[in-house]
């Protein structure tokens, strides 16, 4: 029997271009949706995925992406277009029919969340299930990532890291461990529909324990520097490409960190991923070049 097709939005990004990989490695045909063509949308087209260009606000680029799909990944830039984008898709996916749809969502999405892109995801959790289209929701912590996003080029430059996280811990889940579960999700969707699956790293630690992981790792003392909320913010606003919009949501997301909100640890990556999440040792070994340029 041939499997389904599978639609991956966000093809490009930290967690849906290893979905492709993953899904191309196991056997599945792989609709890729991209905003742009560039070599990172080539790069799919060599592994052997179907690259679609479109955007998340034109229903009919939606619906011609979702033609012929069963299963969707849904995966949406952070972004005020949140909402907008989920109508689209949930409409689109609705008429074609599909049989199950993974939302990438966040593990601070809630009623009453303060910032408004974490409060979008929650409501954009409820228009998928209302759309009654198989959904399943999943809401990892921070990615392993963003330790050398937002801290990389001053770890470098002088051993310190600069949040806004307090005492708050948090369980550091890399993007390809959090792809393993959406796989595991879309090879069987019907068993997950309903599901709101929060995705952590293997250890739950505080900012001054992840530094001394690092410390470690890297042969050199860094520092956990814990800014104030309102200088968290001013950071933000000068970093190239953040709007305010979004060095508001990092605010928020600083408060809800030290609050308990991100705290936690499961076996999701290897219950449904199938193998556990690597440690922040390993993470950080495999991206020195992050930390050390």
């Known amino acids: 029997m041939s499997k389904p097709l599978i639609l ?29 063509v560039d070599e990172r949308s080539q790069r799919l087209s060599e592994l052997g995925a179907e690259v679609v ?25 952070l972004t005020e277009k949140l909402l907008e984008a989920t109508m689209n898709v949930a409409i689109a996916a609705k008429r074609e029919g599909i049989e199950g749809l993974v939302n990438m969502s966040q593990v601070s999405a809630r009623e009453v969340a303060q910032s408004p892109l974490a409060y979008n995801h929650w409501q954009s959790e409820q228009i998928f299930d209302w759309a009654d289209i198989g959904a399943s ?50 090879e069987d969707p019907k068993s997950h529909v309903g599901q709101r699956y929060i995705i952590t790293g293997l250890k739950n630690m505080n900012m001054v324990e992840v530094a ?35 060095a508001n949501h990092l605010v928020y997301v600083g408060k809800d960190h030290q609050e308990g909100v991100f ?6 990556v290897e219950r449904i991923g199938g193998q556990p ?17």
Request: hydrophobic content about 40%; proline content about 6%; aromatic content about 10%.
């Open 277 to 293: 999440p690597q440690s922040l040792e390993d993470f950080i070994r495999a991206n020195m070049d992050k930390f050390t340029v």
């Open 263 to 268: 705290s936690g640890q499961n076996d999701v």
């Open 137 to 186: 929701h999943i809401n990892p912590t921070f990615f392993a990532e963003d330790l050398y996003l937002f801290t990389g080029r001053s770890i470098a430059a002088e051993g310190k890291m600069y949040l806004a996280y307090g005492e708050g811990m948090h369980a550091p889940v890399a993007a390809e461990d959090i792809a393993r579960v959406v796989v595991g999700i879309l």
């Open 212 to 246: 001394e992981v690092l410390s470690k790792e890297l042969g050199k003392k860094i520092e956990y520097v814990n800014l104030p909320l309102e200088n968290w913010r001013q950071v933000m606003v000068k970093q190239p490409g953040f709007t305010e919009y979004m």
């Open 8 to 36: 991956v939005t966000g093809a490009t990004g930290k967690t849906g271009a290893p979905v492709v990989k993953q899904l191309i490695e196991r056997g599945y045909p792989v609709r890729a949706f991209v905003r742009r």
């Open 53 to 77: 260009q479109g955007d998340f606000l034109d229903l009919p680029s939606i619906e011609a992406a979702i033609k012929g799909v069963k299963r969707v990944y849904f995966c949406h830039p």
